[in-house]
């Protein structure tokens, strides 16, 4: 078993910054991709931004240029940089690893 525990949430105000971080128990077969998913409760959850092994990153469409997903290996962490963040970013964020899940923060936008 994975435990993935989120921090970082909280109330943030439009245009302003965030870090969530995420940290991982341990590595499985050498497996370093990580992913954030962010849902309003009641909605399906939506990917957010992925990183591969590799190194490679992927941002939903709405986040490019605004979110930086990044990893810090050594210490088994992933990190979502929110800049510029917006009213409908407010979500629950969560941290996904394979299958394997956190049980979310509240990230909330103000204006």
């Known amino acids: 078993q994975v435990q993935l525990v989120e921090s970082g949430g909280g109330l943030v105000q439009a245009g302003g910054s965030m870090t969530l971080s995420c940290t991982r128990s341990r590595t499985i077969l050498g497996i370093s991709a990580m992913a954030w998913y962010r849902q309003i409760p009641g909605d399906q959850r939506e990917w957010v931004a992925s990183?591969?092994?590799?190194?490679?990153?992927k941002y939903l469409e709405s986040v490019k240029g605004r979110f930086t997903i990044s990893r810090d290996d050594a210490k088994n962490m992933v990190f979502l940089q929110m800049n510029d963040p917006r009213l409908e970013d407010t979500r629950v964020y969560f941290c996904?690893?394979?299958?394997?899940w956190g049980k979310g923060t509240q990230v909330t936008v103000s204006s």
């Open positions: 996904n690893y394979i299958d394997h």
């Open positions: 990183i591969a092994t590799n190194g490679t990153t």
